[in-house]
């Protein structure tokens, strides 16, 4: 048997992740007193030098755009960058090392880059929280490498196997991130609720997979996809089985109905710092898990994992809005809205044709990405107004909000504004696309039925509004506190968001070529 050195050039991001995790973990051993402090900047240190090897990585691409931007001035640039990406996205191909366990494409350098910003920009907002509640500590930001690892390698598994690796990895960090205030009875049965329901999503993600395997007779992505090409060297029936385990476990990581009973828990009982990571960089995780397994290695299912999905959906998009009306709480009604904004994540998803599935996965993208973005700046400004021995995540801690600060308030309102799809907000753009891809797919029924529950769900996007701008104040409220760090990221997060609700069609175009490179 003859072994050969895998290439380990393109796995660079997750080397450096590993590298410094585990310099840090020395560091922190030999200077306990400023631990946390060490450790915070190790792990920007790690999320920046893993987002600059991912994008060295595909230096190719980048030197092509950059010669562009150079050649031409802005206007033009904006112009020709559709069709230079095109050209190189077109005639770009996957590539693997580690025997086909790593893929790395355009939609993985995407991903991971997205990754590492919203990562960081979670640890900036949620910095002072922690420290109020003396919740800071190395361990902590040592878990949170290890899981920002988990969803690197979750984003680039082109196997079975790297895809369930990456999950646990991801996974068991959640679960200690969301237990870390070991004071607080309501964290420790969030985390016990997430962990008992987790592992059983994880039972029945790898008894699919091992049904998907018996099957196929082959672990790696495109090797499985190769053999559901022919009919006979596939048995159909235990494919199908293992199918049903395999959207279940991914729609228990992405939270729709019917797994989603553990959403409203852990986002209410994590602390706000925790809960702004599992609304972000999970949901990125959990979309590139749909690509890999549904996309890529069960493609040729596709008429039947697509039913699934759009039932999941139109259920999520129902049962989200509706019950997110009932909330008094911020983060439980975040909870139901991130629920029903996965559904519509599901729909453009699965609204893919035999004549191209390149608009469905591009909006889905597209909705991922500004979902992402939006509920950062939401996050971030509940993390703002609270302080210690203050939770902000009550309805009517936020009454009267324009008279104490119009500033924050504004922002506030912009990224309810984006979440009930608003025009001329990016929300509105990103439900536009998903509900263009449904009825170009011919789901005209469902496009009307996603845009009515959009309708509902606006009635208490906009009640946050209402509360921010005509109730009065509590009586006992103290200023809003936070480094000029804080507020300018905050700012400049929620400025993204109308921007990019005003051009939205760079971004889209970005996705697009993303897609066509990469599925």
Known sequence: MEFQIPNFYPAAPELAVVAISLLTLLLVSFARRRASQIAYYMTHVALLLAAVLTIHVSRDFSATIGKLYVQLPFSEFL?????IGLAYLGSSEMSFTFGQMYLADPLGDLLKVVVCASVAMVLIYGRRYLQDRKLESAEYYLIILFAVLG????????????????????????????????????????????????????????????????ATQSLGLVDVARS????Q????????????????????????????????????????????????????AAFAMVCR??????????????????????ASIVLGNLTAIAQSNLKRMLAYSGISHMGFLLLGFASTTSHGSTNAYASSLFYVLTYVLTTLAGFGIILLMSRAGFEAESLDDFKGLNKRSSWWAGLMAVVMFSMAGLPFFVGFFAKFFVLQALWSAGYAALAVLAVVMSLVGAFYYLRVVKIMFFDEPAADFSGIEACFGVRCLLSVNVLAIALLGLFPSFLMQTCVLVVQGSL
Request: without cysteine; neutral net charge; charged residues 10%.
């Open 79 to 83: 112009r020709n960058l559709g069709q």
């Open 151 to 214: 969803v690197m390698v979750l984003i680039s598994a082109g196997s079975l196997l790297s895809v369930y690796i990456g999950l646990e990895l991801l996974s068991l960090s959640s679960y200690a991130l969301v237990a870390i205030n070991r004071d607080s009875i309501r964290s420790t049965e969030a985390a016990m609720k997430y962990f008992v329901l987790g592992a059983l999503a994880s039972g029945l993600l790898l008894y699919g997979m091992s049904m998907v395997y018996g």
């Open 293 to 314: 397994l549904l996309a890529l290695g069960l493609w040729d299912l596709v008429e039947h994992w697509k039913l699934m999905l759009l039932f999941t959906g139109v």
């Open 233 to 284: 060297s596939a048995n159909r029936t235990v494919l199908l089985f293992g199918l049903v385990f395999v959207v279940a476990g991914v729609a228990f990581k992405l939270g729709v109905v019917p797994f989603h009973m553990w959403i409203p828990d852990v986002y209410e009982g994590a602390p706000t710092a925790v809960t702004a990571l599992i609304a972000s960089a999970s949901k990125l």
């Open 228 to 231: 559901l090409v022919d009919p």
